[in-house]
Structures are given as C-alpha cells and as structure tokens.
C-alpha cells in the first residue's frame, strides 16, 4: 500500500544498485512532482526511501527551471 492516493511514473534512472524515480503524486486534493531513491528489498521490490522531494506541482516548472539554469 502507497501513501499517495495516486501515482503516476514520470521517469526513472539508474544509481547504481539504487534508481531514481519521477512521479506525479496526490494526496487528497494536493498533487505533487515526487523526485525520490528507490532501494531494492528482499523480495525484489522497490521501496522508496527517505531520499528525496515532494514539489508541489503549482512549482514543479519553476524547480525545473531552476535546476537547469546555467547547464
């Protein structure tokens, strides 16, 4: 079971025995851009772990711009 109410993969990357994962998320009637390292369990699942970002999606361009400034 998710916390998020819904959650919808974006994206995912590879960090080395760890990936990164890009989600659209919401929680009630909040929605979110998740930006979180995953870790593989026992049980070959991916867990999140406490490794990342929440934005909230009315900033989620602004972040995104600001990360890319100056590349």
């Known amino acids: 079971m998710s916390f998020w109410d819904s959650e919808v993969l974006l994206g995912e990357f590879d960090k080395g025995s760890e990936k990164i994962f890009v989600k659209r998320v919401s929680k009630g009637s909040r929605t979110y ?3 979180r390292t995953f870790w593989l ?7 999140p772990s406490k490794k990342g970002i929440a934005v909230p999606i009315e900033l989620a361009k602004d972040v995104a711009e600001a990360m890319l400034k100056d590349l």
Do not use: F, G, P
């Open 41 to 47: 369990d026992d049980s070959d699942e991916w867990r």
């Open 33 to 35: 851009i998740d930006i």
